[in-house]
């Protein structure tokens, strides 16, 4: 089945020790999101990607960089983790129908990150 | 560790109730509304969406309502089942963006007693 796939599921990594997530799609979609969720609060997103193009939120730290070498994968990468990096980070697909005129996102599971 | 959360706004119903689960948006200029159904530790998954120029859209099962005079959309769940027990987003978005940003909102928890 076409879906989202993120690696590893769950990622511990010390303070101030770089770490990178991994996410792929079979979705062939050009635009892929990474978003950060806290404990009981909604996803935020962080960057995404239009094909080759980086699009960086205002409020995201320095701290979190990305990766996009090909349509199918995008990792994010974390320079110096903090104890306030530790999330669920999500990556999500999607590409503009050409039925409804719409981007409707599709998410992998997520990624839960412990930083020690 | 991670930071503490915040408390979830919790919606609890019997089995076979009908749910209504509610949101406001913020953004004036958005058009288009998506709710999104995320289960523990998963990813967050599409319901259902409506564009500004309907107040109203049924799915199976499920019935979205848009006011936008108040900026309140709301999701309404027939004969609620255990399966439905999750946290549920609404999200707001520019349709005529080039990539469909999406702006959460805070998120409530739908938990089904039997």
């Known amino acids: 089945d076409a879906m989202v796939i993120q690696n590893p599921r769950y990622q511990v990594t010390q303070f101030g020790k770089p770490v990178t997530l991994s996410c792929s799609q079979t979705?062939?979609?050009?635009?892929m999101y990474w978003y950060q969720q806290k404990s009981s609060q909604a996803p935020k997103l962080l960057f995404h990607?239009?094909?080759?193009?980086?699009?960086n939120e205002a409020d995201t730290p320095d701290n979190f960089q990305s990766r996009r070498p090909n349509t199918s994968f995008c990792f994010l990468d974390i320079r110096s983790p903090g104890l306030g990096d530790a999330a669920m980070y999500l990556c999500?697909?999607?590409?503009?129908?050409?039925?409804?005129?719409?981007?409707?996102?599709?998410f992998g599971p997520g990624t839960r990150l412990t930083v020690t | 560790g991670e930071s503490v959360g915040l408390h979830l706004p919790t919606l609890s119903v019997q089995e076979g109730d009908n749910s209504i689960i509610n949101c406001a948006y913020s953004?004036?200029?958005?058009?288009?509304f998506i709710w999104y159904k995320q289960e523990s530790g998963k990813g967050p998954q599409f319901i259902i969406d409506?564009?500004?120029?309907?107040d109203k859209r049924q799915g199976q099962r499920v019935t979205v309502l848009l006011n936008k005079t108040v900026k309140h959309l709301s999701l309404q769940i027939a004969a609620t089942q255990p399966g439905d027990s999750a946290v549920y987003f609404c999200?707001?978005?520019?349709?005529?963006?080039?990539?469909?940003?999406?702006?959460f909102g805070t998120g409530t928890l739908l938990a089904v007693q039997p």
């Open positions: 999500a697909t999607s590409r503009k129908s050409s039925q409804t005129g719409t981007y409707e996102q599709y």
């Open positions: 979705l062939n979609h050009n635009v």
């Open positions: 990607y239009y094909d080759k193009d980086f699009n």
């Open positions: 953004n004036s200029a958005s058009d288009y």
């Open positions: 409506i564009r500004s120029n309907m």
């Open positions: 999200a707001e978005t520019y349709y005529g963006g080039a990539t469909n940003k999406l702006i």
